[in-house]
Nanobody, 117 residues
């Protein structure tokens, strides 16, 4: 019944920007910590950023100063604003939700981000 649907991925030139969105349904959104992860071909999935129910954010070192995670509880949506993109940011980006009274984790199907000239 829980569904996370990512959108906003695509092809962008180096130095460009994209904003990813993740719309959640079937959950009480405000009680979940939300996160973004990414996985490049042949690499393990890595944490990009998280935002707690209280709005506290945390970022991996490789995106600090370039990416911003935010949430809109009224819209059941979490965002990832990505600026100053480079080829090293090319990956499938996955939305994650963790929390609720059963401490359950959910994943979206992912959205492809390709940074290339």
């Amino acid at each position: 019944q829980v569904q996370l649907v990512e959108s906003g991925g695509g092809l962008v030139q180096p130095g460009g920007s994209l904003r990813l969105s993740c719309a959640a349904s079937g959950v009480i959104f405000r009680v979940y910590t939300m996160g973004w992860y990414r996985q490049a071909p042949g690499k393990q999935r890595k944490l990009v950023a998280t935002i707690t129910t209280g709005g506290n954010t945390d970022y991996s070192d490789f995106v600090k100063g370039r990416f911003t995670i935010s949430r809109d509880n009224a819209k059941n949506t979490v965002y990832l604003q990505m600026n100053s993109l480079s080829s090293e940011d090319t990956a499938v980006y996955y939305c994650n939700a963790n929390g609720g009274f059963r401490q359950t984790t959910y994943w979206g199907q992912g959205t492809q981000v390709t940074v290339s000239s």
